[in-house]
C-alpha cells in the first residue's frame, strides 16, 4: 500500500475499536461487571491502598488452574514482556511463534533482542502443530510461543513432546482462550508457562490487565525481581543495587479488583457464549459458500471472537465483499488479515534488510525470511477467507437467527447455481 496515498491512523482498542451493528445486536460493551465488583474496588479505596488485591487475585488465578505462581500485569503485552526478560536466552535466539496472533507476541520478545521465527498453521485452523514447528526448529531455537486461536487451544501433547525432545520451553497464550479446555484439561495448564489477558474487550474483561502462570520458582523469581523490583536486590549496609536493567509492571490495585469481581461471573458468561456460537454454526452449516469452523472433539471453543469461513467457488463475490455486506446488513463483522503477523509487522523485514541488531549475521545465525505468502502460506490462506467479529455473552436466541437470516440472505445473493459451477 502507497502511504502516500493513504491518510494512516493510529490503531484503536477497547470500546473505541468497537465495531456496532446496525440492527440492534448487542455489542460487548458496555461491560457486564460482577456484582462484587464495587465492592472490591471500595475495600482498595477505604484500605488507603494499602489492601493486596493483587496478591488476592493471583492466588484465585493459581489456585484455579493447579498453578504454584502468577503474576499480575498491567496488560497482556506486559505479560509477555515481563516473561522474556525471566527467560535467560541471549540475543539472537529464536523463538517460534504462531503466524497468526497479536503484536503484544512480538513486543517483549523484540525487546529483549530475540528473533521470531513464524512456523505455518495446520490447513484450515488458523492454530500451529507440532508438524508445522518442527522444520522451523534449528540450534538457535529456544522456546515455543502458541496462541491458543480466537479461543481454541492448539494440539498441545505432540507440542510438548516435540518441545520436551529439543530442550525447548513451550509458552501458551491463553489471551483469547481462557476456560477453553483442551482433553478435559484448562487453558493455561497446558504448557511450561501460560500468559493471559483481562484487557477490557477480551473474554474476561477488566479495565486492562494480564498475568503469568507457571510451576517454575527459577523462573518466577527472574520475573518478579526483572519486571516487578526493577532488577534490584538489597545489599546489607547498603540497600538496593540494580543488577539487571528491570522495568516497573506492577498491575494496579484496582485492576486486581475488577479482575477477580469480573472472574466470578466468568464461567456464565463463557457459558451462554459456547451455547450461542454452536447454535449459530448449526443454523448456517447448510448454507452454501459458508465454512463453519468444526471444533475438535477433544476441546471446547470458548469464542472471544466468531468466524466462519468464506468458500469462494461458491459464491459470486469475495470474502471481503461479503465481510462488507454482512455488516452493512446489521452484523459487525470483517477480516481480520492484520493477524498475519509477518504481513502486519512490516518493520521486521526492514530490519533484516538492514542488518539490524540482532538481524546481524552473527549475531543472528542466519537471515530470517518473513514475507508471509513464503512462509506462512496456510495461515495467508486461512485468513484471506476468514470472516469473525467479536463476540458477546449477551446475544439472545432471537439475535442469534437474525445473524443467521442476515448470512442467508447476504449469501442467496452471490449464491452460483451448480450448473454455474
Not at 482462550?177 to 484439561?185: D, E, F, P
Not at 483481562?198 to 498475568?211: I, N, V
Amino acid at each position: 500500500m502507497d502511504k502516500q496515498n493513504v491518510k494512516l491512523g493510529n490503531a484503536k482498542f477497547g470500546s473505541a475499536a468497537q465495531i456496532r451493528s446496525t440492527r440492534g445486536l448487542p455489542s460487548v460493551f458496555p461491560r457486564e461487571m460482577g456484582p462484587n465488583t464495587l465492592s472490591y474496588l471500595q475495600q482498595v479505596v477505604e484500605s488507603g491502598l494499602a489492601s493486596d488485591m493483587v496478591t488476592r487475585f493471583e492466588k484465585v488465578l493459581a489456585e484455579a488452574h493447579g498453578r504454584q505462581y502468577c503474576m499480575l500485569t498491567p496488560g497482556c503485552t506486559n505479560a509477555l514482556f515481563a516473561l522474556f526478560a525471566g527467560l535467560e536466552f541471549k540475543p539472537g535466539d529464536e523463538i517460534i511463534v504462531s503466524p497468526i496472533a497479536d503484536y503484544g507476541d512480538l513486543a517483549g520478545l523484540l525487546f529483549h533482542n530475540y528473533i521470531p521465527v513464524f512456523c505455518d498453521t495446520e490447513p484450515g485452523t488458523g492454530l500451529i502443530s507440532a508438524e508445522t514447528i518442527e522444520p522451523c526448529i534449528t540450534e538457535r531455537t529456544r522456546a515455543i510461543l502458541a496462541v491458543n486461536f480466537f479461543g481454541l487451544p492448539c494440539d498441545y501433547d505432540p507440542i510438548m513432546a516435540l518441545a520436551r525432545k529439543h530442550n525447548l520451553v513451550v509458552i501458551e497464550d491463553v489471551c483469547q482462550s481462557i476456560l477453553s479446555t483442551y482433553k478435559g484439561r484448562l487453558a493455561g495448564t497446558l504448557a511450561d508457562v501460560a500468559v493471559f489477558s483481562f484487557d477490557s474487550e477480551k473474554t474476561m474483561g477488566a479495565d486492562m490487565g494480564g498475568a503469568i502462570l507457571t510451576d517454575d520458582q527459577e523462573l518466577y523469581d527472574r520475573i518478579v525481581n526483572r519486571s516487578i523490583a526493577r532488577g534490584a536486590v538489597n545489599y546489607p549496609g547498603f540497600g538496593r543495587k540494580h543488577v539487571y536493567q528491570g522495568l516497573a509492571l506492577r498491575a494496579p490495585q484496582c485492576t486486581a479488583a475488577t479482575c477477580l469481581g469480573n472472574w466470578e461471573i466468568l464461567p456464565r458468561q463463557v457459558e451462554a457464549r459456547m451455547r450461542s456460537a454452536a447454535m449459530l454454526n448449526d443454523k448456517i452449516r447448510s448454507i452454501p459458500g459458508v465454512q463453519v469452523y468444526e471444533v475438535p472433539a477433544d476441546r471446547t471453543h470458548t469464542y472471544w471472537m466468531y468466524g466462519f469461513s468464506v468458500e469462494p467457488s461458491q459464491l459470486s463475490c469475495t470474502a471481503d465483499q461479503l465481510a462488507d455486506e454482512l455488516l452493512e446488513a446489521g452484523i459487525p463483522c470483517g477480516m481480520g488479515k492484520y493477524y498475519v503477523l509477518p504481513a502486519g509487522v512490516p518493520f521486521l523485514a526492514e530490519k533484516v534488510a538492514q542488518g539490524v541488531y540482532p538481524f546481524n549475521v552473527p549475531t543472528a545465525s542466519r537471515a530470517v525470511n518473513y514475507d508471509a505468502d513464503e512462509i506462512v502460506p496456510n495461515a495467508v490462506a486461512f485468513m484471506n477467507r476468514w470472516i469473525r467479529w467479536m463476540w458477546t455473552e449477551k446475544y439472545s436466541d432471537q439475535d442469534v437467527e437474525l445473524m443467521a437470516s442476515i448470512i442467508e440472505e447476504v449469501c442467496s445473493r452471490h449464491r452460483i447455481e451448480e450448473d454455474e459451477q
